[in-house]
């Protein structure tokens, strides 16, 4: 059974901090690419950082450049999100995302996690 589950989202102040985690079961964890999502009532889902599953590059939203990070321990099988100087747009359910793609013949596996709701308010 393939779980991914989302962790550590709540309320903060604005200028806060606050850590996601993302622990997967199931799969071989080292081969996926990890990826964080959110998503506002009424609005499309945003991806907001994602980091490879071979030589640990990350790709960031703009909106979240510099104050956010993403990184992944495979030995643990979780990817975090260090989010600081938090702001009420960050405001969302926060999603995690695995992804491994098959080159040959080509096919793509994709699990999501429940979503964790973090809410930045004073």
């Known amino acids: 059974q393939v779980q991914v589950v989302e962790s550590g989202g709540g309320l903060v102040q604005p200028g806060g901090s606050l850590r996601l985690s993302c622990a997967a079961s199931?799969?071989?964890?080292?081969?996926?690419?990890m990826t964080w999502y959110r998503q506002v009532p009424g609005k499309e889902r945003e991806l907001v950082a994602a980091?490879?599953?071979?030589?640990?590059?990350?790709n960031y939203a703009d909106s979240v450049k510099g104050r956010f990070t993403i990184s992944r321990d495979n030995a643990k099988n979780t990817v975090y999100l260090q989010m600081n100087s938090l702001k009420p747009e960050d405001t969302a359910v926060y999603y995690c995302?695995?992804?491994?793609?098959?080159?040959?013949?080509?096919?793509?596996?994709?699990?999501w996690g429940q979503g964790t709701q973090v809410t930045v308010s004073a």
């Open positions: 199931g799969i071989t964890f080292s081969l996926y690419v």
């Open positions: 995302n695995a992804q491994k793609t098959v080159r040959a013949p080509s096919r793509m596996y994709t699990y």
């Open positions: 980091i490879t599953s071979d030589d640990g590059s990350t």
